[in-house]
């Protein structure tokens, strides 16, 4: 109870503070990196970037006592990705404004290591759906050693075939477990296989 | 009560011919006559006398069965039960049965995710820590919020939490200061703060569409 209250302030506050992050930031974030932290994020908000991805970064640095410099250098590769994000979400949602939620989805996506071309390809799939499961699910796949174009057709195929949200993760899953099911399965045997299976692939147990 | 004309007494004492009463008296004879008749006659027999006289002329059926049948007929023979409660006692069983039912069929462990909401479950193996805590996104980065349990000593430490669907960065910290990815995350995240230090990545699904 005491968590989810917690949780529950955090998530109501942090709408109201996220502009700049600085009541978040003040007493928690040392002091001589909260400047440099506060015109990050001040520019953030100037380029219409969201900010809460930033102020993140400098609580889990500042908790991590990170030294001053690494942390302002961490939060600020938080900026450069959050705008490499835009241009992404951009190309492939032109004339809109991005919808909300992709460019920190994106960022996130980029912060995995999943490749710049993969994260346009599967947000020009469904430009209108949050993106975040697809790109994990990409990310997981190669992770998992798959090729990442073949890996982002499995997913448009899915997404073709009415898979939607989480359920994009069970692809992955079971993409991965096909592969470690042995035999001798290369991943675009695995890959295949699951793509047969579309869109029935195994949902989870429940926690 | 008005005194018994005297004449009417000595007809009733039959001290007197009651022929030889007025009109009006003669007929409060007669009624005072009959009323007697009828509360010195015997009694009739009551409604229950005399079921119970037939029943006694007649025996059941069920005396001359053996025990068990006569048991089952007891028992399957429908009887009026008057249960007297006072209202705050039946109120109170209300609730009694309320809560039991509830402590029985209820969540078990106390976790009710919305519908933007998912349950996670962290699980580590840390053999002889003092203490295990998961901070991560989705408390700020704050210690002192969630801490993981081991008791009964295995060193398997867990916790479940209700968080916000979506992406979650975490790491465990040992006694309160050795940070650790899980090793269970299967997704990790370099943090971005030049030590090649990875976070762990978690993906809350919302309840609303956990099978």
Redesign the interface.
Known sequence: ?M??L??AL??VAAPVASQTGGP?LAGRVPAAALPAIDSIIATAVAESLPTEPLV??A??????N?PAD??V??VR??LLQLRAARVIVARAVPGQSPPEGHVA?VS?AL??GLPAPIVERLLTVAPNEPP??AL?AA??LI?HHFDPDSAADLLADAHTKGLR???L?DVAVAADHELQRGGGRTPSEALAHVRALLPNVP????? | MSPIDPRLQEALDGERDPGELPMDQREAYDRLIAATQVLTAAPQLSVAARVMAEIQQNPAPALAQGPMRRVMRWLGRPRAVTLRLRPVWTLALAAGLATIILLLWGPGD?LTPGRAEG???FVGHFPGARSVEV?G???????G??HLNDDDGDGIWHA?????A??H?YMFVVDGER?VPDPLAG?Y???????G?Q?A?L?V??AA???
């Open positions: 109870m968590l989810r917690a949780l955090a998530l978040r993140q970064k609580l889990e640095g500042s908790a991590k990170v690494r942390l250098n961490g590769r938080g989805a996130a912060a995995r975040g499961p994990h990310a997981d992770a949200g989480v359920r993760l949902a989870p147990n429940r926690p | 106390g349950i996670a479950n901070v996104s989705f408390n700020d980065w704050s210690r919020v969630l479940k939490a209700v968080l916000p979506g992406q960065e940070w997704r995240v370099d943090d971005g703060f030049g030590a230090q976070n990545l993906i699904r919302p569409v956990q099978p």
